[in-house]
């Protein structure tokens, strides 16, 4: 039985999609002809509702073009829990309605099922950086914005994650964690930390290819006194090394937190590559904890 408050989620989607029918149906997929500025993207779990999957409203470019011709701005697609997916023209007088309940929605969703402002032309444009751009000395350490965007958003929603998976693989107590690109160690600290705040222990082990790094991480481990290993390698360089043997099969997590899947680190090619890696670590029932700008779309 769904709780009041999943109930009241399952009204306002069916509300929006009420409005939405006011608008224009589209046949087909038309998401990349002249979009989007941005786009609120939300996944609905399915115990939060019986029909709707997601939901994906996304701005028109050249919001000239649509004054001058009479167009609403928004454009809104509705996918249903057996992947049917509708395509709409929000009208222009209903928009201001749709987009508050998108956003009643959101505020009722679970963080890690929102992905608001999502501006697709920097995305799809994404190019990865040398090498040097992300060591200790490079411009992203100097630029003290991009730590803070993992502190203050990406690390909390990675953490409570881990510690929900945690409690569904309960009563197991040790497990295996792979941290892919782990850099100077932060997250990693993140994680034994909450690990020993729920009384289990993890067989930690960080891989990064940036020396300086490597250093950092190790003595985050030694200030600790976690037993955690650092690999300095790449993931192919540690797929060919003995250790890589010791951790097949192994893992309970791997963590990749705008690592070896990131398109701004690596190319698309590479990323994929790396997936298999990654998939090559996991035991049966391991799963992989991952942030970063990517297309790959990543399904157990």
């Known amino acids: 039985m769904k709780s009041s408050s999943d109930v009241g989620i399952e009204k306002e989607l069916e509300e929006?999609?009420?409005?939405a029918r006011s608008g224009l149906e589209i046949k087909g997929n038309q998401r990349n002809k002249g979009l989007s500025i941005w786009t609120f993207n939300l996944s609905i779990p399915q115990e939060m509702s019986e029909e709707f999957a997601r939901i994906k409203i996304a701005a028109f470019t050249n919001s000239s073009i649509c004054k001058m011709m009479g167009f609403p701005y928004y454009y809104l697609t509705i996918t249903k829990q057996n992947?049917?997916?509708r395509y709409y023209v929000v009208k222009q007088d209903t928009a201001d309605s749709v987009l508050a309940l998108v956003k009643q929605i959101a505020e009722k969703l679970p963080n890690n099922c929102l992905e608001m402002r999502q501006i697709k032309r920097e995305r799809l444009g994404t190019r990865a950086f040398p090498d040097y751009y992300w060591s200790n000395l490079g411009p992203w350490a100097k630029e003290s914005a991009n730590e803070d965007s993992y502190i203050n958003t990406i690390d909390p929603i990675m953490i409570d994650t881990f510690k929900k998976m945690i409690i569904e693989k309960r009563p197991q107590t040790v497990f295996t964690v792979i941290d892919a690109g782990g850099g100077k160690g932060r997250l990693a600290k993140k994680f034994i930390e909450a690990a020993e705040e729920m009384g289990v222990t993890l067989n930690y082990a960080?891989?990064?290819?940036?020396q300086s790094q490597c250093?950092?991480?190790q003595?985050?481990?030694a200030e600790m006194g976690s037993d955690a290993k650092v690999f300095r390698a790449s993931?192919?360089?540690f797929r060919s090394s003995p250790d890589f043997e010791n951790y097949k099969n192994s893992a309970d997590f791997v963590i990749s937190s705008g690592g070896p899947l990131n398109l701004q680190v690596v190319s698309r090619d590479d990323a994929i590559a790396n997936l298999d890696i990654l998939r090559e670590l996991l035991n049966e029932d391991g799963c992989i904890i991952a942030a970063g700008k990517s297309k790959l779309a990543l399904k157990k």
């Open 16 to 19: 929006m999609e009420q409005l």
């Open 206 to 210: 960080l891989i990064e290819p940036d």
């Open 219 to 221: 003595k985050v481990f």
């Open 215 to 217: 250093e950092e991480a």
């Open 83 to 85: 992947d049917d997916e």
């Open 235 to 237: 993931l192919d360089q």
